[in-house]
């Protein structure tokens, strides 16, 4: 099964600048915080925020979309990497996710890359782990991202400790990949309706660089990458326990020993799983988004009766996916 992230009309809608995959324009490093002009940018588009840069890897020209907000800190503020899903954009994961929105409020920043278009499929996809639709010479996207992040780095001055990682359907998968192979670079990923691989098995994946904290957000009737999984499409719980072993984060706690998924991947009552006391100091969370399909939200998802309804959900835990995931990134810097 192959996960296709189709973004909502209203979405799409809300957006009103799209950057080209190449941005047509400079490759220079990009500019510090963003500035209030409303000329036209490198993309050829006029809009003054978020920024469009390009950089190359391997003489291929990659676009991503950068927002440092006037707020952000050079060597204090943190700097998140979004990863959209197949047949999206940076462009529209901006509009999708609203994070840009989240790091006005927290004064971080966030870059929102675009993957290339997969011959075999036919739209963007990143190159996850197994990826069969770019054939035998698919992009090194996990190269791109570690390059991303060094560029980025360097010229805002990001705190190195507190990069981070998230991705929505096949961008989620290549959250995962990014999170093993740039472990020493990340300190922490969030995943959203996605899971280490899919398609392939999860015993073949390598182990990661180094420890890295995880979050997996996951609604439980995704008609499009199952929560339990099947049969080339790692469930949840095998995702979790992967992070999870001695190989990986190496964590001596779990606050469940029930499962996730049962053997015949079936769904079980468990709502939220946490593995504690990893490696490096290094965490593994999961939650169900009980009723939760294939979607970003944006809604509180602590009110009993409605879809998506977690009861681990508090001000503390954060109650939309935005909140949730950046209380988890700002507890989990580097050790």
């Not at 296709?4 to 080209?20: K, Y």
């Not at 995704?222 to 326990?241: H, I, K, M, R, W």
Request: net charge negative; with cysteine; charged share 10%.
């Amino acid at each position: 099964m192959r996960a296709r992230l189709s973004v909502a009309a209203s979405a799409i809608a809300a957006i009103t600048f799209l950057c080209t995959s190449s941005c047509g324009g400079s490759s220079g490093a990009p500019a510090g915080p963003s500035s209030t002009s409303t000329g036209p940018n490198a993309c050829g588009e006029t809009f003054s925020d978020p920024e469009c840069h390009t950089i190359t890897i391997g003489g291929t020209t990659r676009a991503y979309l950068l927002h440092v907000p006037a707020s952000f800190q050079a060597n204090v503020g943190a700097l998140v990497i979004g990863l959209h899903g197949s047949n999206g954009s940076g462009a529209r994961f901006v509009a999708t996710s609203q994070f840009s929105v989240k790091a006005d409020q927290a004064g971080f920043a966030v870059a929102y890359p675009d993957a290339l278009v997969s011959p075999g499929a036919g739209i963007t996809e990143w190159n996850e782990f197994f990826n069969n639709s770019y054939g035998a010479s698919g992009p090194d996207d996990s190269t791109f991202i570690r390059q991303l992040i060094l560029t980025i780095q360097a010229s805002i001055h990001s705190d190195p400790r507190r990069t981070f990682v998230m991705g929505l359907s096949n961008g989620g998968f290549m959250a995962h990949r990014v999170g093993i192979e740039d472990s020493d670079l990340v300190a922490a990923i969030a995943v959203v309706e996605g899971t280490v691989v899919s398609p392939g098995l999860i015993q073949n994946v390598p182990l990661p660089r180094a420890a890295v904290s995880v979050l997996m957000l996951h609604g439980d009737t995704d008609p499009t990458v199952l929560y339990c999984g099947g049969p080339n499409v790692a469930s949840q719980e095998q995702s979790f326990n992967y992070w999870m072993s001695a190989s990986a984060d190496a964590c001596a706690s779990v606050d469940t020993s029930d499962p996730i998924c049962d053997p015949q991947r079936n769904a079980t009552s468990v709502s939220a799983k946490r593995a504690s006391a990893c490696r490096a100091g290094t965490e593994v969370q999961f939650y169900k988004l009980q009723g939760g399909v294939h979607q970003w939200y944006l809604v509180p998802m602590n009110v009993a009766g409605q879809s998506p309804f977690n009861p681990a959900f508090t001000a503390a835990t954060g109650v939309t996916t935005d909140d949730i995931i950046w209380n988890f990134f700002a507890a989990h810097p580097k050790g």
